[in-house]
């Protein structure tokens, strides 16, 4: 049975071990800590990596930590705890900054990382990203009680994203 909270230990376990420098859970597992939960398949994690001595961004040091663990990877997933995890290595300063920003909050006594409502929103909102089910998100999310309107405003002028 796949178990949540034994993921988010793992990416603890992963930023302690060094394999990644800081992490963020975005995308819509993210949502369930600022709205009102949606079915999603795989849980979305930013990271950032400690310096490569290539240009090139590889995960393959993600993949060596969690293979050692014995979990096995499935596409471009990782099957931790039984649950799909995706990294994402951070693309642009405001992925970035989201990963940066991030609030630490609890899951059933794990702490998590989580981007924050506002930066999920703008993230939404990115031309490579605004598909019809992100705009609903993004929708949904600044309707919430969790969005600080003035701050969203600020990052959204900031990054040049059309609400």
């Known amino acids: 049975m796949a178990s949540f909270a034994g ?8 930023k302690a071990s060094g394999v990644v420098d800081e992490y963020a859970v975005a995308g819509a597992m993210a949502l369930v800590f600022w709205t009102e939960p949606i079915p999603t398949f795989d849980l979305d994690v930013l990271v950032f990596l400690p310096e490569q001595p ?12 969690t293979s050692a ?9 990782v099957l931790i705890e039984g649950v799909p995890v995706q990294f994402l290595p951070a693309h642009n300063a405001l992925a970035d900054e ?3 920003t991030a609030a630490t909050l609890d899951y059933e ?12 929103v703008a993230l939404y909102l990115e031309p490579g990203a605004r ?3 992100r705009r609903e998100r993004a929708a949904a999310l600044k309707e919430s009680t969790s969005i600080d309107p003035t701050l969203l405003a600020e990052i959204l002028g900031r990054f040049h994203l059309e609400p």
């Open 7 to 14: 993921a988010l230990r793992a990416l603890n376990e992963l």
């Open 54 to 65: 290539s240009p090139i961004v590889s995960l393959e040091p993600i993949y060596r930590w």
């Open 69 to 77: 663990r014995g979990y096995a990877s499935q596409s471009e997933h």
């Open 98 to 100: 989201a990963i940066e």
């Open 109 to 120: 006594g794990v702490p998590v990382r989580v981007v924050r409502a506002e930066y999920l």
């Open 131 to 133: 598909t019809l089910k």
